[in-house]
């Protein structure tokens, strides 16, 4: 699985940005996605993650009510809508897919094997 991540930017604290995340390989819809980041000194961390059917996801508490993750499996892509936006959700951020049919992948971000290169988010304040 290739992923390659897009639509960061700098951003005024109270905006909104859209991230995307495009995959390529036959088996998207057997791989849960998610969203990560890491700021400058910072661990890696989850954001936001979805299963394959979309029926399930996971937010950080940090962003929950702000951020929403959603996939479009014929696109093959998962994008994040990202309101109102703090200093602090500055970062950059990765898209990441999971092992085929690591079905409890969920928030832990070290059953992401398939990574992006990641897109830079500045949020001004």
């Known amino acids: 699985v290739q992923l390659q991540a897009s639509g960061g930017g700098l951003v005024q604290a109270g905006g909104s940005l859209r991230l995307s995340c495009a995959a390529s390989g036959r088996t998207f819809i057997n791989h849960y996605m998610g969203w990560f980041r890491q700021a400058p000194g910072k661990e890696r961390e989850s954001v936001a993650t979805?299963?394959?059917?979309?029926?399930?996801?996971y937010y950080s508490d940090s962003v929950k009510g702000r951020f929403t993750i959603s996939r479009d499996n014929v696109k093959k892509m998962v994008y994040i809508e990202m309101n109102s936006l703090e200093p602090e959700d500055t970062a950059v951020y990765y898209c990441?897919?999971?092992?085929?049919?690591?079905?409890?992948?969920?928030?832990?971000?070290?059953?992401?094997?398939?990574w992006g290169q990641g897109t830079q988010v500045t949020v001004s304040s």
């Open positions: 990441a897919a999971s092992r085929e049919r690591d079905w409890y992948a969920g928030r832990e971000i070290e059953r992401y094997v398939y």
């Open positions: 979805i299963s394959g059917s979309g029926g399930s996801t």
